[in-house]
């Protein structure tokens, strides 16, 4: 019954999106209030229904009612409960559900909180919403219903794959989600500024706040992500560029580049064709993401039950959407008007390389990731393209944006003054010098390179203080005067120094646990010492215990240095017996922002367990930073400006245009 | 300066790093990149000494020896040929005589296959998708690794790397 109904709800949202799609439209060409008022009401049903769907699924899940297909293949009435709740999306057809249901999240947001975007804008965005939504329900309700019954039920169900079975799976999907998902808005607003044939900084304004809330999100969906495979998988990588990976980074060095550009054109009204084509890209490239990771061309920890017809109907969507916006941007951009003029040095000039960098990165990951398929197509070879290939292009690209970042907030509008800026970073260079010096006299004959990425790291932490410090007025006024300044600086400003400074966070732990990490891999008897990076690891013996849908075997580690004894540590192997394979867990032991790391192999005839120990330095620092960028998102994201959104249009253009 | 020359710059420069990001591109396609090969391609494409690529096919049953200190030897066989590999690091949970696996590594003097990495997954129906292809364009294919259709479970991969 409860399957029935999360049928017939996914059926009426496809239903209402239909409606959603069309009814609007013809209301903005004809004019009529009553036709565009329809988006609002269809937009806020469908989220109802697809919630409805989705809370059908939950409760089948919850319930482990084996009679349908989705809960068989991925429950077990042992599971525990959080996992039952979380398995809803831990496989293919749950997962396209979450998705769709963010969808209409996202459009439900617009419905309700657009009362103050011009009528026909909104219905045009919700209608493009509508169609995106349509083609989605259709994907799921054709190829993968989740509400399928069996004729006769099983007894107990086969359990969710166990490496899913972890608080990660809580949490990574539907950041993701909302990231990937978040990004539809701006290609809306972006496609119906192209029908309307208008756009203007008011645009910008609108589009900005959507466009950082999918960014927050996908910035913490990735980290984490990013974090889980570290633990889970058992040998302590966080970072493989597996075509999975890439696909959901690409969106994110696309949308990065987007809520730059975004900026001028808010502030500026320049770039406009350009921030409409990067929406556009952005969200493409979020639709590719999908396509990648659901139609099984990849095999992955992501790439759930393969099936070709839903690879075809995915690629399906995926042209229609990329191909008909696209044409539409090649038809209708001309109409736009170009905005205002700036010099090359100048904020705008500094954006627009920050545009030019990301973007290329992004292309260097795009040929990466699909450079194998085609070959295959193409030639029948298989291949595959490794880190090696990634830290090759990727990295050098990396490198002048992370340089001249510091130098981009400091200039001005319309025309900057270069040597200024590089005069008020002189402290941040010194710093990175003296950091450079450091390391260098320290890890004398060890790495080259390491020192020197180091300091660019610091120069760019440095660089966003020295900015802050600069604005505020730091050690030129009374430190009084300065705090009540900080307080009134915009929190945009704010914003600003908090993600660039945590890009720089982020790039010191990634150099410092490539660089300097430890190792030690070797088999292990009870009493046996293992001296890590300064470390004692004394193993004290294995045991043996049942959970709930696993049998474990838990190694105890007691850790000491110099003597003093720290902690006990104890990872463990779980076989899960329904699906016949296990797990590793890795143990982790903190200290400041490194970490100890030891995960277990297999035993042998003699009782030696296979182990392996690393020390992981400043290893924390890289998902700090996605974070510390992340709050800074969210500062920007509380900006006065933003919250108050935009000015009625046609006052808006003149009031933003400054003269030239 | 004035708009042209202005609109010049930005393409100038846009230019200049494209050209750079594509030189970048092409220098790391050239040195990079891993061929798949099976034990029977191999032979054919006579990979010599040192040169990377991945070796995919089943573990032959009874080849597995596991020595000091972490040290394995083992054979990757298609159905048509063998190549001995060692490896020496933690093996992947599911590692099966039998079942498939690709290890990533290069060929020593002597024709052993020097693994540092080897990869398997997480589910007993498992057969890498790389292997699965191979076998079938030998005619090796047998119908009991095929997954049932819509009821493959997510499968993980697992990696053992000793750097």
């Known amino acids: 019954m409860i399957a029935e109904a999360g049928h017939y709800a996914l059926v009426l949202a496809l239903a209402l999106a239909l409606i959603q799609s069309t009814v609007p439209m013809l209301g903005a060409r004809w004019g009529d209030q009553a036709l565009m008022n329809v988006a609002r009401s269809t937009a806020l049903a469908q989220l109802l229904f697809a919630g409805a769907s989705f809370t059908a699924l939950t409760m089948l899940h919850v319930t482990s009612d084996f009679s349908v297909v989705n809960v068989f293949e991925n429950s077990h009435s042992m599971k525990p409960l959080l996992y039952k709740i979380t398995g809803v999306w831990g496989n293919h057809e749950g997962s396209m559900l979450l998705w769709v249901l963010i969808l209409a999240l996202f459009g439900g947001l ?9 009528l026909s804008l909104r219905a045009h965005v919700l209608a493009v919403q509508g169609w995106i939504a349509a083609a989605f329900y259709l994907f799921i309700l054709v190829t993968s219903n989740p509400f399928l019954r069996i004729a006769s039920p099983p007894i107990e169900g086969r ?111 320049a770039l406009k064709v350009w921030t409409i084509l990067l929406s556009i890209l952005t969200f493409s490239l979020s639709l590719l993401g999908t396509f990648l990771v659901r139609s099984g061309v990849l095999t992955s920890v992501h790439a759930f039950a393969t099936d070709p017809a839903r690879g075809v109907f995915i690629l399906l969507i995926l042209c229609l959407f990329i191909g008909g916006s696209l044409l539409l941007y090649a038809w209708r951009a001309s109409t736009l008007k170009q905005g205002g003029l700036f010099a090359p040095i100048s904020r705008e000039g500094a954006l627009v390389l920050n545009n030019l960098f990301l973007t290329t990165a992004c292309a260097t990951v795009f040929i990466g990731t699909l450079y194998p398929l085609a070959l295959e197509v193409v030639t029948g070879d298989k291949i ?43 402290a941040a260079g010194i710093a990175a010098l003296i950091v450079i010096a450091v390391l260098w006299a320290w890890t004398f004959g060890g790495a080259t390179f390491a020192p020197l990425a180091i300091g660019l790291a610091v120069f760019v932490v440095a660089g966003a203080v020295s900015d802050l410090a600069e604005r505020v007025g730091l050690f030129r006024i009374p430190l009084t005067i300065a705090v009540a300044r900080a307080r009134g600086l915009p929190r945009a400003t704010w914003g600003t120094a908090f993600a660039h400074a945590g890009i720089g966070i982020a790039l010191i732990g990634i150099v410092c646990e490539t660089t300097w990490n430890t190792e030690y891999i070797g088999s292990m008897k009870p009493d046996h010492v293992a001296k890590v990076a300064g470390y004692q690891l004394k193993l004290d013996g294995v045991t043996q215990r049942q959970g709930p849908n696993f049998r474990e075997m838990i190694a105890q580690f007691t850790v000491s240095r110099d003597g003093e004894t720290l902690e006990v540590m104890t990872p463990s192997k779980r076989d899960f017996t329904t699906r016949g394979s296990s797990t590793t867990e890795a143990a982790l032991l903190t ?19 296979a182990v392996r120990i690393y020390h992981k330095p400043l290893v924390l620092l890289i998902w700090w930073g996605p974070v510390l960028m992340a709050f ?5 994201l509380s900006d006065r400006r933003l919250r108050v959104g935009a000015p009625k249009p046609a006052k808006a253009a003149r009031a933003l245009q400054p003269a030239e | 300066m004035t708009r042209k020359q202005r609109r010049l710059t930005m393409i100038g420069g846009s230019l200049a790093v494209l050209a750079i990001a594509a030189a970048l591109v092409l220098n790391a396609m050239r040195d990079s990149i891993v061929f798949f090969s099976t034990p029977t391609m191999a032979a054919e494409k006579q990979f010599p000494p040192g040169q990377r690529f991945r070796l995919g096919g089943l573990v032959q049953p009874g080849s597995l020896v596991r020595g000091d200190n972490l040290a394995v030897n083992f054979s990757v066989a298609d159905g048509s040929a063998t190549l001995p590999v060692t490896y020496k690091g933690i093996l992947p949970d599911l590692f099966r005589e039998g079942q498939g696996v690709v290890a990533e590594g290069a060929l020593d003097a002597s024709g052993v296959f020097k693994a540092d990495t080897v990869l398997a997954k997480h589910d ?22 095929g997954a049932k259709p819509g009821a493959t479970a997510a499968s993980a991969p697992v990696q053992g790397t000793s750097k």
């Open chain 1, 110 to 118: 617009v419905a309700a909180f657009g009362n103050n975007l011009p």
């Open chain 1, 159 to 269: 359990d969710l794959n166990p490496v899913l079975q972890d608080i990660g799976l809580a949490v990574h999907p539907p950041m993701l989600y909302l990231g990937y998902v978040g990004f539809s808005i701006s290609f809306s607003f972006a496609v119906a500024a192209l029908i309307e044939g208008r756009i203007d900084a008011a645009w910008a304004r609108w589009v900005r706040p959507w466009t950082l809330v999918a960014w927050i999100f996908l910035t913490l969906g990735i980290a984490m992500g990013s974090y889980w495979a570290y633990y889970e998988l058992g040998w302590g990588g966080w970072w493989f560029w597996d075509p999975v990976e890439n696909a959901s980074l690409m969106p994110w060095l696309a949308g990065t580049a987007l809520l730059h550009s975004a900026v001028v054109m808010e502030k500026r009204n």
């Open chain 1, 384 to 426: 595959s393209v490794g880190a090696p290939f990634f830290n090759l292009t990727f990295g050098p690209l990396f490198v002048p944006l992370l340089a001249a970042m510091p130098f981009g907030p400091m200039l001005a509008w319309k025309r900057g003054d270069l040597l200024g800026a590089a005069q008020r970073l002189t």
């Open chain 1, 591 to 609: 200290r400041g922002a490194s970490q100890l790391y030891v995960s277990l192999g297999e035993t042998n005839a003699e009782g030696a367990i």
């Open chain 1, 632 to 636: 800074g998102g969210l500062l920007s």
């Open chain 2, 124 to 145: 007993e129906t498992y057969m890498p998708k790389d292997v699965a292809d191979a076998l079938k364009k030998q005619g090796h294919w047998k119908d009991d690794y």
